[in-house]
């Protein structure tokens, strides 16, 4: 088994150390003939670096694999290819060894998911030399897939990192993975799976609209009498929601997935021969218990009008109102990289890696370290290209606005004649019974109208995504889906980093309701400022459709972002979202709202039932 290992001599640290300081001139000697002798070492480090290539084809291919190394792989494969009876035999053989091994590694966790993606790199570039003289024997060349996956993010729904990752993931364990890609309507993923007489289908979501689109889906799929299974995951999906929402919607198999390490052994469960039906049983089973579980849970919500009785009050008077320095609308275009890269929250980052580890420690961490490194360097490098290469635009345009609440509304007013209404937006408020007794409402962070008292609210909307998806998929067309992934990531990287710049920037100058704030970036990150900026579907503003409002008061379309019929936006890795300035405003999580609020809300916003009931899913209780 070939080993290598590349520390540096800390001998030779303390020699240069010494130079450096000038402690004494011995040293530089010393050092000099250190320097010939660590050449020496250096090469042979170099050499032993290289010495996994005296070991037979079989175990330089292995290695590769593992160790995600493109040097050597044609080269390598063409030696085994000449070897083989047929070219296919390279891939079921040295090639599927290799990533079983990448994959039993990445499920120990024993490796991680950056090192898979490279070693995901290396198979590519070793299929795709490979590809042209399997096809040229094709004849009675049945390849021996685990199975084929048909794989879309859900209409409406433009997130595909989480999908990206785990097609990759899969087609590293030998799935045939085949990918629609985004915002695809339902009709297409049923005749994809059956032009392709797919195993699994497997769809992904980020926002509560996408879980409406998988329970239609899997209603579909019972309609048309399919029989193979459907597999659920994203960012916004859960084992609840699969169980109740969208299992009793299709007979043949509904399995949810938390993330791309358990969606090897999942898949191979469904494409077991033997073991599938039990499997299927099992998860029913779980499902049930689940079903019942949350049937069983009394939630106590209180009635409308005892939680707007019992509303958050604060002092929202004249003299705890900073007017705003800046009112209207403006633009911020193309917006230098490199000011939003020291806004970058790096254990985000890390996170989206499937790293769970606090940056920086993360950097230091037993586990985690020697990768975590590697990622950061390679990040960094990508972030140069794309200051140098001007990769990305990244844009955003915000506004102030006098503004008042309205009950549970927030009336937003045009700043050059207050009374006129600009637009209003509708809020929700907290019913589920609590220890506070407090059941707040976004609204309650503004003076009321009938207060009199001038108040102002803020909006915005930002994209660091422009360029992206182009940039990502010509990395991709190559078969370098690490580098693929790595934009994607960092442009949803430098959108949050954006929101955080400008929020800082409209607290200190354009509102400047906190000129004197002297927050560093770890503060910011915690969320120790004056003020919340709550994001449209989070949890205190749960209605994606509000969005609508806020793109024709800021004229959003305007920056290149643009809503889909899920009122998600595109570019991907874009947020948008309202400032509150009080002091008293805080982030809090609207659970369920009952039949009696949805009603008043419904009247409040005009839209109808289904637009309303898709946007805010499972925060319904009622039936
Ligand atoms: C990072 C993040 C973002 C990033 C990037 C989003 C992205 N591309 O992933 C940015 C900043 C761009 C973003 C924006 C928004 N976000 Co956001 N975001 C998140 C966050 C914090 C993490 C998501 C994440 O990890 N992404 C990284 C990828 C790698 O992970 P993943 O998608 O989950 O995929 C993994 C697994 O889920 C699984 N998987 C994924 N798909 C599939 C499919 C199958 C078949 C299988 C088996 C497995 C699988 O494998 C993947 C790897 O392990 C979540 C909260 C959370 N903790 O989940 C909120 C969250 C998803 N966002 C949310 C919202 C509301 C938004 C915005 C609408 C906010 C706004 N108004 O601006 C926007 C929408 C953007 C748009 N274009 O419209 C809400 C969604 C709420 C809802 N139910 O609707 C969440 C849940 C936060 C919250 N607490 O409310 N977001």
Redesign the pocket.
């Known amino acids: 088994m070939i080993q290598i290992y590349d520390e540096i001599d800390p001998e030779l640290l303390d020699k240069v150390e010494a130079v450096v300081l000038n402690k004494s001139n011995t040293a530089a000697e010393e050092l000099l003939e250190y320097a010939e002798k660590f050449k020496g070492i250096e090469t042979a480090q170099s050499e032993n670096k290289l010495a996994w290539r005296t070991a037979d084809c079989h175990e330089r291919l292995k290695y590769a694999l593992v160790k995600g190394v493109t040097d050597f792989i044609e080269e390598d494969v063409e030696e085994a290819r000449k070897n083989c009876d047929r070219s296919l035999d390279v891939i079921e053989g040295p090639l599927m060894d290799g990533m079983k091994l990448v994959g039993d590694l990445f499920g120990e966790g024993k490796m991680f998911?950056p090192q898979v993606v490279k070693s995901a790199r290396v198979m590519k570039k070793a299929v795709s030399f490979l590809l042209p003289y399997i096809e040229a024997e094709k004849a009675g060349n049945k390849s021996s897939r685990a199975g084929k996956i048909i794989?879309a993010t859900v209409k409406g729904d433009?997130?595909?990192?989480?999908?990206n990752?785990?097609a990759v993931v899969l087609a590293c364990n030998n799935f045939e993975v085949i990918d629609l890609g985004v915002m695809v309507p339902c009709e297409k993923i049923l005749q994809a799976a059956q032009r392709e007489k797919a195993d699994i289908i497997?769809?992904?979501?980020?926002?509560?609209?996408s879980?409406e689109e998988m329970a239609h889906l899997a209603e579909e799929m019972e309609r048309a009498g399919f029989i193979i299974p459907l597999?659920?995951?994203?960012?916004?999906?859960s084992k609840v929601h699969t169980a109740i929402k969208i299992a009793p919607k299709y007979s043949k198999g509904v399995v949810y997935?938390?993330?791309?390490?358990?969606?090897v052994e999942?898949a191979r469960k469904l494409v077991a021969p033997t073991g599938k039906d039990k499997y299927l049983a099992e998860i029913n089973e779980e499902y049930q218990q689940v079903r019942e579980t949350y049937a069983g849970v009394n939630r106590k919500l209180v009635s409308l009008a005892e939680a707007r009785n019992h509303r958050l009050q604060i002092n929202r008077s004249k003299a705890n109102i900073t007017a705003p320095n800046f009112l209207g609308i403006k633009k911020l275009e193309n917006f230098h990289i490199a000011e939003l890269r020291k806004f970058i929250n790096w254990t985000?980052f890390f996170?989206?890696?499937?790293m769970r580890a606090a940056y920086p420690k993360i950097m230091e961490d037993p586990k985690y370290g020697a990768e975590a490194n590697k990622l950061f360097a390679d990040a960094h490098k990508m972030l140069d290209t794309f200051e140098k290469e001007h990769i990305l635009t990244a844009n955003a345009v915000f506004g102030i606005f006098p503004a008042n609440s309205s009950d549970d509304d927030i009336e937003v007013y045009d700043p050059l004649d207050n009374n006129r209404l600009l637009t209003t937006f509708n809020m929700l408020r907290q019913q589920v019974a609590g220890q506070a007794n407090e059941y707040r409402c976004l609204a309650d962070y503004l003076a009321p109208k009938t207060s009199g008292v001038k108040d102002y609210i803020g909006g915005f909307i930002i994209t660091a995504?422009i360029g992206a998806h182009d940039y990502s998929a010509a990395l991709k067309a190559k078969g370098d889906d690490y580098s693929a992934l790595m934009v994607?990531?960092l442009a949803?990287r430098l959108?949050?980093a954006f929101?955080e710049l400008l929020h800082q920037r409209v607290r200190k100058v354009y509102w400047g309701y906190a000129e004197e704030e002297n927050l560093s970036i770890e503060d910011l990150f915690k969320g120790e400022c004056t003020g919340i900026r709550p994001?449209?579907?989070?949890?205190s503003?749960?209605d994606?459709t509000e969005?609508e409002k806020l793109f024709e008061l800021l004229n959003g379309y305007g920056i290149g972002v643009s809503l889909t019929e899920s009122?998600?936006?595109?570019?991907?890795?874009?947020?948008?979202?309202l400032y509150f300035s009080a002091k008293e405003a805080k982030y809090f999580n609207i659970n369920k709202i009952d039949r009696e609020q949805f009603v008043d809300y419904l009247k409040r916003n005009g839209r109808t039932s289904d637009e309303l009931t898709k946007s805010l899913?499972?925060v319904l209780h009622f039936n």
């Open positions: 998911l794989f433009v997130h595909d990192i989480g999908k990752i785990v497997a769809v992904s979501g980020l926002i509560t609209p879980l597999l659920i995951g994203g960012a916004t999906t997935v938390p993330d791309a390490s358990k969606a999942v985000f996170a989206a890696w499937d995504g994607k990531l949803d959108a949050e929101a994001a449209f579907g989070y949890p503003l749960r994606h969005k009122f998600m936006m595109e570019p991907a890795a874009s947020v948008c979202g899913g499972s």
